[in-house]
């Protein structure tokens, strides 16, 4: 497509549920970037994937957080039994490769957890 | 500790001033790029500058990258309303690292 898709653009869940958040990157881009952005705070890296692999996946919080990425295209992120402190706005980004290309970043996911 | 201090964090001006804004680490950078946020949007990408000393201009911004890749100012010549938003700048550290971001600066120029 023409930019990165990313859905639901809000996501309202209860505490303890489980969520999935999707990103459509640019058609051809190989490397896709997950960050969460919080308010008052820079975007926080989660993970990338260079094709289907993800090379460096450090950034996850914690083990309730995943991620694939499948044909090398879409991109979904997973976070099981939710809590407060997920709430945050999760941006995804692809690049045409790693390196040192600029990103192009989708209009995020805001996610509240009540 | 934050690998990329921006500076100042907050900034409100009136149009036509000039300003400089500032991004500051202790490590070297294969790259450097600048971003400009708006409410409810992703990042968009300004400028990528890549070799020490650089300076690039994008119509009234002004960026410039630091002879030792490790700093990079921005400069905005007689602000508009339109340059309001969040700029954050981001650094590659190596060939295939992911980018790392400043917490950002938040800018308010008032007509």
């Known amino acids: 497509g023409a930019g990165v898709s990313q859905s639901p653009s809000n996501k309202v869940t209860e505490k303890g549920k489980d969520v999935e958040l999707r990103c459509d990157p640019i058609?051809?881009?190989?490397?896709l970037y997950w960050y969460r952005q919080s308010l008052g705070q820079g975007l926080e890296f989660l993970i990338y994937f260079q094709g289907n692999s993800a090379p460096d996946k450090s950034g996850l919080p914690s083990d309730r957080f995943s991620a694939e990425r499948t044909g090398g295209s879409v991109s979904t992120l997973t976070i099981q039994r939710t809590q407060q402190e997920d709430s945050a706005v999760y941006l995804c980004?692809?690049?045409?490769?790693?390196?040192?290309?600029?990103?192009?970043f989708g209009s995020g996911t805001r996610l509240t957890v009540v | 500790t934050q690998l990329l201090e921006q500076s100042p964090q907050f900034l409100s001006i009136q149009e036509g001033e000039n300003l400089t804004v500032y991004c500051n680490s202790s490590s070297v950078f294969s790259s450097l790029q600048w971003y400009r946020q708006e409410p409810g949007e992703g990042p968009v990408l300004l400028v990528t500058v890549v070799t020490g000393g650089e300076v690039k201009k994008l119509k009234r911004l002004t960026f410039q990258f630091g002879d030792a890749r490790k700093d990079s100012s921005l400069h905005i010549t007689a602000a508009q309303p339109g340059d309001t938003g969040l700029y954050l700048c981001?650094?590659?550290?190596?060939?295939?690292?992911?980018?790392?971001f400043g917490k950002g600066i938040t800018l308010s120029v008032r007509p």
């Open positions: 980004a692809s690049s045409p490769s790693t390196g040192n290309y600029g990103y192009t």
């Open positions: 981001a650094g590659h550290t190596g060939a295939n690292s992911k980018l790392t």
């Open positions: 058609s051809g881009h190989t490397a």
